[in-house]
Nanobody, 121 residues
Framework: QVQLVESGGGLVQAGGSLRLSCVVSRGTLSNVNTAWFRQAAGKERDLVAAISRSETTYYTDSAKGRFTISRDVAKNTMYLQMNSLTPEDTAVYYC???????????????WGQGTQVTVSS
């Protein structure tokens, strides 16, 4: 079964940038649809961005223009480059894979453990 491990979270000041990584193991990144989600304290987990097997990308309104999702199939790694961060971006960020249902917001069957992103004002 596909396993996902995120890294790259941390504490950053408003206006700063972070790049999250998600390493895929026990599977081939090019064969799966993947996505980034986030969950702020006390809120539901929400989709942030997705990238399909054919490398079509999707962004929610909050991510458009600031975040970039990408992948390196040779490294079996997906990325989320986040720029112009605001305190509202503070959340645990999760990578997800193995979409069941309609892309991009169906049900993902594999999840990483999450990485905390904290943006200070």
């Amino acid at each position: 079964q596909v396993q996902l491990v995120e890294s790259g979270g941390g504490l950053v000041q408003a206006g700063g940038s972070l790049r999250l990584s998600c390493v895929v193991s026990r599977g081939t990144l090019s064969n799966v649809n993947t996505a980034w989600f986030r969950q702020a304290a006390g809120k539901e987990r929400d989709l942030v961005a997705a990238i399909s097997r054919s490398e079509t990308t999707y962004y929610t309104d909050s991510a458009k223009g600031r975040f970039t999702i990408s992948r390196d199939v040779a490294k079996n790694t997906m990325y989320l480059q986040m720029n112009s961060l605001t305190p509202e971006d503070t959340a645990v960020y999760y990578c997800a894979a193995r979409l069941l249902g309609s892309w991009p917001a169906g049900t993902y069957r594999s999840w990483g453990q999450g990485t905390q992103v904290t943006v200070s004002s």
